[in-house]
């Protein structure tokens, strides 16, 4: 108890209040003990100092014993007192006061009168008539304390409430234990011992409002750092949309731009605090145009030599307006190098390489791109593929080649091009409804079909004023580079514009591209009562359509008719879209959504033989024919030093790009098990000679030399549209495969460094719009 009382004076955790209580409460406690052992060992001495010490020993455990009780009562009031509940402590508290005073009185009185206990003539102390109400009153006080306790147990906590039950609890049974029992101090004992595990307890409880208190602290630190970001956020939101606002054809640019940064960055294995910060460089880059001219700016046609060099003067001016940021010097270096060029080309200080900041070059990228999809005052959105061109032309020149290959990755990946500006008045996600006048005056841009169930809701109503025919909506299915419909003969040529069939509400198709088209429709109603309702009222239509390689299904109802109309498509490769347009007709509550339900290969009926490309005899594999973006690959294959596999491909009629040709696909699984769940792809190599790694336990390196037989480009994708042979040759050594080939005129090799964890390699043949047949396997 006196090392108790130590450790509380030199505490720091807990109030001066508190620690005086504490500090009174364990000194009692030991003091208690010592008289305790003082009453025991001299009861029985003659002499004077026996005589005395006996006497103060028997009336300082007295007083203690009432003492202690009344120190817990007082703690108890600091900690009942110190919350929301009460603003003072509860009467009975006091009450127990009062009953301490009175015992404290009574105790004094005995001394005099021998109420509690005598002493015989052998200086032995002896209990009295009044000795059981000398422990009446440390009772009752703890009673009332435990009353209070009980009350109160949940707000406490689980520690300290249940020590201070305790408290109330085990003293009261041990002077219950100390009527029937002589020669033991049960209830000393029990009081000291639960004095001692007040403390511990308390300095538990204490470190546990620490901790919360510092919680709370850290809590209130994040909250702020929150706010500051969320402000940091606004403001830098409100500055790029005030940005954008000068261009009237640039909006959301800086918002995309700086989405695109992140994607890239991510991809490039950047940290979290890295892509945050290339965000926000690239949400501002541009944020110099508010010191040029909205005349300039907003200019028509084409720019003067000094208009243009006043133009080239936005990175700078950003780079003054955001240098002033000392926190975030990044910003500066986004606004002032987004335009610099890889090959040293670019403005304004014509840095070349690595010399860019490396964020400048990932905003550079993202820029270009987001520049290439978006409407201009003088070209509307370029196709992707077209872009994606670009970029291939501008590795190493215009763009870091890193990064390049990232976002050339990523529009691989985009077959429904989701990547551009989405703010085109017919937008299907953006508009809920389209007014028709003439036949095909304005159509939605289309939904793309796939194997998984496309629904589509809307209502239609005939305009006012028009009795024709012809005055409901029709749906057409078709294919082209941004997927909308034309009708200008060149913008259709431009954009390999491509329908199959349009079919209208009424179940009436029309065969365009499509090889065959079959309608099955059944009458709800009368065919009166429908035309009745397309002429008078609103009419709503659910249409249901799925796509399944080379067949659409397209199933319709209008409450009157139901339609089931199957179009047998001219190949399995080109996209399948369906858009929305009508004549003398408004379409609203358009709704479009994906149900989740997919189909299989015999879910839609064939009216057609399927167009295949690789009806010849096998190799020692089954032949593949891929008629989109890895849509399909050949059965695996284990890797092997010094394996050789050869091949034949050939690009798909439908082939128009450089990467319309074969991939070879490194991938392995974890634990051995073979499955998609572990499947691990490592490298994909493509034999235009791109290559890339796909799990952050590989690395892939691919050189490329143009033989003297490789001429240009479009030579290259003839020859693959003529069909070519092809051997690919595996060397593996420790955790490293090397493929190599040569290829319609270019020398390709492949270095995959990986995981020596992985015990198996294998490998596949894939690619797009190709035909791989005759595979052969050399070990």
Same mark, same amino acid.
């Given at each position: 108890?006196?090392?108790?009382?130590?450790?509380?004076?030199?505490?720091?955790?807990?109030?001066?209040?508190?620690?005086?209580?504490?500090?009174?409460?364990?000194?009692?406690?030991?003091?208690?003990?010592?008289?305790?052992?003082?009453?025991?060992?001299?009861?029985?001495?003659?002499?004077?100092?026996?005589?005395?010490?006996?006497?103060?020993?028997?009336?300082?455990?007295?007083? !203690?014993?009432?003492?202690?009780?009344?120190?817990?009562?007082?703690?108890?009031?600091?900690?009942?007192?110190?919350?929301?509940?009460?603003?003072?402590?509860?009467?009975?508290?006091?009450?127990?006061?009062?009953?301490?005073?009175?015992?404290?009185?009574?105790?004094?009185?005995?001394?005099?009168?021998?109420?509690?206990?005598?002493?015989?003539?052998?200086?032995?102390?002896?209990?009295?008539?009044?000795?059981?109400?000398?422990?009446?009153?440390?009772?009752?006080?703890?009673?009332?304390?435990?009353?209070?306790?009980?009350?109160?147990?949940?707000?406490?906590?689980?520690?300290?409430?249940?020590?201070?039950?305790?408290?109330?609890?085990?003293?009261?049974?041990?002077?219950?234990?100390?009527?029937?029992?002589?020669?033991?101090?049960?209830?000393?004992?029990?009081?000291?011992?639960?004095?001692?595990?007040?403390?511990?307890?308390?300095?538990?409880?204490?470190?546990?409002?620490?901790?919360?208190?510092?919680?709370?602290?850290?809590?209130?630190?994040?909250?702020?750092?929150?706010?500051?970001?969320?402000?940091?956020?606004?403001?830098?939101?409100?500055?790029?949309?005030?940005?954008?606002?000068?261009?009237?054809?640039?909006?959301?640019?800086?918002?995309?731009?700086?989405?695109?940064?992140?994607?890239?960055?991510?991809?490039?294995?950047?940290?979290?605090?890295?892509? @945050?910060?290339?965000?926000?460089?690239?949400?501002?880059?541009?944020?110099?145009?508010?010191?040029?001219?909205?005349?300039?700016?907003?200019?028509?046609?084409?720019?003067?030599?000094?208009?243009?060099?006043?133009?080239?003067?936005?990175?700078?001016?950003?780079?003054?307006?955001?240098?002033?940021?000392?926190?975030?010097?990044?910003?500066?270096?986004?606004?002032?190098?987004?335009?610099?060029?890889?090959?040293?080309?670019?403005?304004?200080?014509?840095?070349?390489?690595?010399?860019? *900041?490396?964020?400048?070059?990932?905003?550079?990228?993202?820029?270009?791109?987001?520049?290439?999809?978006?409407?201009?005052?003088?070209?509307?959105?370029?196709?992707?593929?077209?872009?994606?061109?670009?970029?291939?032309?501008?590795?190493?020149?215009? !763009?870091? *080649?890193?990064?390049?290959?990232?976002?050339?990755?990523?529009?691989?990946?985009?077959?429904?091009?989701?990547?551009? @500006?989405?703010?085109?008045?017919?937008?299907?996600?953006?508009?809920?409804?389209?007014?028709?006048?003439?036949?095909?005056?304005?159509?939605?841009?289309?939904?793309?079909?796939?194997?998984?169930?496309?629904?589509?809701?809307?209502?239609?109503?005939?305009?006012?004023?028009?009795?024709?025919?012809?005055?409901? *909506?029709?749906?057409?299915?078709?294919?082209?580079?941004?997927?909308?419909?034309?009708?200008?003969?060149?913008?259709?040529?431009?954009?390999?514009?491509?329908?199959?069939?349009?079919?209208?509400?009424?179940?009436?198709?029309?065969?365009?591209?499509?090889?065959?088209?079959?309608?099955?429709?059944?009458?709800?109603?009368?065919?009166?009562?429908?035309?009745?309702?397309?002429?008078?009222?609103?009419?709503?239509?659910?249409?249901?359509?799925?796509?399944?390689?080379?067949?659409?299904?397209?199933?319709?109802?209008?409450?009157?008719?139901?339609?089931?109309?199957?179009?047998?498509?001219?190949?399995?490769?080109?996209?399948?879209?369906?858009?929305?347009?009508?004549?003398?007709?408004?379409?609203?509550?358009?709704?479009?959504?994906?149900?989740?339900?997919?189909?299989?290969?015999?879910?839609?009926?064939?009216?057609?033989?399927?167009?295949?490309?690789?009806?010849?005899?096998?190799?020692?594999?089954?032949?593949?024919?891929?008629?989109?973006?890895?849509?399909?690959?050949?059965?695996?294959?284990?890797?092997?030093?010094?394996?050789?596999?050869?091949?034949?491909?050939?690009?798909?009629?439908?082939?128009?790009?450089?990467?319309?040709?074969?991939?070879?696909?490194?991938?392995?699984?974890?634990?051995?098990?073979?499955?998609?769940?572990?499947?691990?792809?490592?490298?994909?190599?493509?034999?235009?000679?791109?290559?890339?790694?796909?799990?952050?336990?590989?690395?892939?390196?691919?050189?490329?030399?143009?033989?003297?037989?490789?001429?240009?480009?479009?030579?290259?994708?003839?020859?693959?549209?003529?069909?070519?042979?092809?051997?690919?040759?595996?060397?593996?050594?420790?955790?490293?495969?090397?493929?190599?080939?040569?290829?319609?005129?270019?020398?390709?090799?492949?270095?995959?460094?990986?995981? @020596?964890?992985?015990?198996?390699?294998?490998?596949?043949?894939?690619?797009?719009?190709?035909?791989?047949?005759?595979?052969?396997?050399?070990?």
């Amino acid at each position: 108890c006196g090392l108790l009382a130590l450790f509380i004076l030199i505490t720091k955790a807990i109030s001066k209040r508190r620690k005086w209580i504490m500090l009174s409460l364990e000194l009692s406690s030991m003091f208690l003990l010592i008289f305790d052992r003082f009453a025991y060992f001299f009861r029985g001495h003659a002499g004077p100092i026996g005589y005395w010490m006996v006497r103060i020993s028997n009336f300082a455990v007295y007083m !203690f014993t009432i003492a202690i009780p009344l120190i817990f009562t007082i703690y108890l009031i600091d900690i009942v007192a110190d919350g929301e509940k009460y603003e003072k402590a509860p009467k009975r508290l006091r009450h127990s006061c009062y009953v301490a005073f009175i015992a404290f009185a009574v105790l004094i009185i005995s001394q005099f009168t021998g109420f509690y206990y005598t002493f015989d003539e052998f200086n032995c102390y002896q209990r009295s008539y009044g000795f059981m109400i000398s422990y009446i009153f440390p009772l009752g006080i703890l009673l009332i304390d435990l009353s209070v306790v009980i009350q109160n147990y949940r707000r406490l906590g689980r520690f300290l409430g249940l020590t201070l039950l305790l408290f109330s609890i085990v003293p009261t049974a041990a002077s219950v234990l100390q009527f029937f029992v002589y020669g033991i101090s049960f209830t000393e004992m029990s009081l000291v011992g639960m004095a001692m595990i007040t403390y511990i307890m308390s300095l538990v409880d204490t470190n546990d409002m620490i901790e919360q208190a510092n919680m709370r602290e850290i809590e209130h630190e994040r909250e702020e750092r929150r706010n500051i970001k969320l402000l940091f956020e606004q403001t830098a939101s409100a500055l790029a949309n005030a940005i954008d606002a000068k261009d009237k054809y640039t909006h959301g640019h800086s918002r995309r731009v700086a989405k695109y940064s992140e994607k890239i960055a991510h991809y490039a294995g950047k940290t979290d605090k890295e892509c @945050e910060d290339i965000y926000f460089a690239a949400l501002l880059h541009d944020v110099g145009k508010i010191g040029i001219q909205d005349s300039i700016i907003n200019k028509e046609g084409k720019l003067t030599d000094e208009e243009y060099a006043i133009i080239k003067s936005h990175p700078v001016i950003g780079k003054q307006i955001l240098s002033s940021i000392s926190q975030s010097p990044y910003l500066s270096l986004g606004a002032n190098y987004h335009h610099e060029r890889y090959d040293g080309n670019g403005y304004p200080e014509g840095l070349k390489g690595e010399d860019i *900041p490396d964020l400048a070059r990932i905003i550079a990228v993202a820029d270009a791109y987001d520049a290439m999809t978006s409407k201009r005052s003088y070209r509307d959105p370029i196709p992707q593929q077209i872009v994606r061109e670009e970029f291939v032309k501008g590795i190493g020149t215009q !763009f870091d *080649p890193v990064y390049a290959k990232i976002m050339i990755h990523f529009i691989d990946f985009d077959s429904e091009y989701q990547m551009k @500006e989405r703010e085109d008045p017919y937008e299907i996600e953006a508009d809920t409804s389209l007014v028709c006048s003439r036949y095909r005056s304005s159509a939605t841009a289309g939904i793309l079909l796939t194997s998984t169930f496309t629904h589509i809701r809307l209502t239609t109503k005939m305009n006012d004023g028009f009795k024709e025919a012809n005055f409901i *909506p029709t749906f057409i299915i078709f294919d082209s580079l941004d997927a909308r419909v034309y009708e200008d003969e060149k913008k259709r040529a431009d954009l390999l514009y491509f329908e199959y069939a349009t079919v209208r509400a009424d179940g009436v198709t029309e065969i365009k591209e499509a090889r065959n088209v079959k309608t099955d429709s059944k009458d709800l109603n009368s065919t009166a009562e429908e035309t009745k309702a397309f002429r008078n009222g609103a009419v709503t239509i659910e249409l249901d359509a799925v796509r399944f390689k080379d067949h659409a299904l397209i199933r319709m109802t209008n409450g009157y008719r139901s339609h089931e109309i199957i179009i047998a498509l001219t190949d399995s490769t080109r996209f399948a879209y369906i858009s929305l347009t009508g004549e003398h007709c408004t379409l609203t509550d358009i709704d479009v959504t994906k149900t989740g339900e997919e189909i299989g290969e015999d879910y839609i009926p064939r009216i057609s033989e399927e167009i295949s490309y690789i009806n010849v005899p096998a190799g020692d594999i089954p032949n593949v024919q891929v008629d989109g973006w890895r849509a399909a690959s050949s059965e695996k294959i284990q890797v092997t030093d010094g394996m050789k596999i050869s091949f034949h491909t050939m690009s798909l009629p439908t082939a128009r790009l450089i990467w319309h040709c074969p991939f070879a696909v490194l991938f392995t699984y974890d634990d051995g098990k073979e499955d998609d769940e572990h499947y691990r792809e490592l490298t994909v190599l493509r034999l235009d000679g791109e290559g890339w790694e796909e799990d952050e336990d590989a690395d892939n390196q691919v050189s490329i030399t143009k033989l003297d037989s490789f001429t240009d480009w479009n030579d290259w994708k003839l020859k693959n549209k003529s069909g070519l042979d092809c051997e690919l040759t595996y060397h593996t050594e420790n955790g490293k495969v090397i493929i190599e080939t040569q290829f319609c005129g270019l020398s390709i090799r492949s270095t995959t460094t990986y995981d @020596e964890k992985f015990p198996v390699i294998y490998t596949c043949l894939t690619g797009d719009q190709c035909a791989i047949t005759n595979i052969r396997i050399k070990r």
